[in-house]
């Protein structure tokens, strides 16, 4: 199973979301593109999080030295993203691939996150509760739906927002995978805590 991990905006928790799934499935982990922080990269947090001894971590295909959208940060670096240069990692064990930023987050002039997004790949969707959450939420199902991008499920982000909850799964008939509540830290045991929890409605996908 190999399981993509958009959110509908940047720090929503993906990174969170992909270690807890990481952890859950034992899984391989996979971040095509690293813009910034990359000594504290978003691989580099999920190895620390996880506490499973089978995961692999795969290098990512482009570490860019600024913390802004990818195509800027590629040419703050001089290069091109060009996404024949961005190969899956070979494995027999599930993996989890995490975007960067939303599904609409450019690469390059022509190319989004979006085109990272194969026919095999199963989308979870990370939704965080903040003002204007539910319009950002079905804008990135509407996207995802006008490129015939099956979603297999929705993680929500932050304490239980019932009312915002019930309005997205009702308009987008998403399966709920689960909630990561604002915890006051994360560490392995708290990441296996989740893990436990969204196992089996992972394993249903």
């Not at 391989?28 to 990359?38: C, E, N, S």
């Not at 580099?44 to 995961?55: A, E, H, L, P, R």
């Amino acid at each position: 199973m190999k399981l993509f991990i958009t959110g509908i905006g940047t720090d929503v928790g993906k990174t969170i979301a992909s270690a807890i799934l990481t952890q859950a499935l034992e899984a391989d982990y996979w971040k095509p593109i690293q813009a910034g922080d990359l000594d504290h990269s978003d691989s580099y947090k999920v190895k620390q999080f996880i506490s499973n001894s089978t995961s692999q971590i795969f290098e990512n295909s482009y570490k860019l030295n600024t913390a802004a959208s990818p195509h800027l940060a590629a040419a703050i670096d001089g290069i091109t993203i060009e996404l024949q240069y961005i190969k899956e990692p070979k494995t027999k064990n599930h993996l989890v691939i995490e975007g960067a930023g939303g599904i609409l987050v450019p690469l390059n002039d022509s190319d989004c996150i979006i085109d990272l997004i194969k026919k095999d790949y199963k989308v979870i969707v990370v939704s965080r509760h903040y003002l204007g959450s539910i319009n950002h939420t079905l804008l990135t199902y509407e996207a995802l739906k006008n490129r015939n991008i099956p979603i297999a499920g929705i993680i929500f982000s932050g304490d239980e927002n019932k009312a915002t909850e019930e309005i997205i799964l009702k308009k987008t008939g998403g399966k709920f995978i689960g909630r990561i509540d604002n915890e006051p830290y994360f560490d392995q045991n708290v990441i296996q805590y989740y893990a436990d929890k969204f196992r089996d409605n992972l394993l249903l996908l």
